[in-house]
């Protein structure tokens, strides 16, 4: 795929400039086509403006051709790269981002459709499969959506709590680890994400009776590792609020305190579901403890320092 490769990062603030937008496209595929104008091969970051900036410095300093992923039109990012795609997730006024977390997956799911392609090491037929779960996203989250007033009952029973964990394996510890964030970063509350197959390493530790443990186990493949892990926990105390497909959403209940079933779809789409109810609970948890939602304290929505 040649000697160049790009960075794809993230941006939040500048001016404008050249622009594709992903939103004008009708049909996926042609999304992906237009991506082939730019790939030629893909190193993928994900950190803050200030490191980000200073590596794609670094990278052009080296010879590098950059690619950055942004939201905002114009950013230091944007001004900064030989090419943008923009994500065009729309003003995000909290501190705490969530659109442009999820319209930024949707551009790294383009982007690996197309290297899968270009490489072939997706046949047409998964290829197809792919899409077409990627086109009912959108219908998905508002399933999610519609059920969110469990989410807020959730919140309501746990939001007291000094420390919450998230455990997941996979594609779910990934989740975990914006889950957690974003609870942290608006309700003040500790916590942590930890891969479920490491509890065994110290973390296990941690667990007292009443402690809330939040288990994602949506990548199917992995459930059951999982649910061995949740039974660990449950067995020293903790409470348990897990988050699954709906197809294993009735086992998950044989164990569980309370589940958050999320709609079926392909594994590699899995995040952009999983995330949205963890979003949700950090919300209903931080408006429980009367919280500053859009302004956590001590954050800024652009970090300038590396």
Sequence with gaps: MGDHFFLLMYATSGEERNVTRFTSYRRVEDAVAMVKEWLEKACCM?????????????????GARVLSIVNVVGSTIARESDDVLYTWAGPEIAVATTKAFSTQLAVVYLIGLYCAEALGTLDEAEYDRIVSELL????????????????????????????????GRNIDYAIGMEGSLKLKEISYIHSEAYAAGELKHGTISLIEPGTLVVALASYVKLFDKT??????????GADVLGLTVDARAADMAKTVDHVIPVPDTHPLLLPSLDVVPMQLFAYYVALQRGCDIDKPRNLAKSVTVE
């Design 46 to 62: 994900d950190c803050y403006p200030a490191a980000e900036e200073a590596a794609l410095r670094e990278a052009k300093r080296l």
């Design 136 to 167: 009912l996203i959108p219908t998905k989250l508002e399933q999610i959506l519609d059920n969110r007033a469990d989410i807020q009952y959730f919140a309501s029973l746990y939001f007291n709590h000094p420390s919450i964990f998230f455990i």
């Design 227 to 236: 649910m061995s892990n949740v039974v660990e926990v449950k067995s020293r």
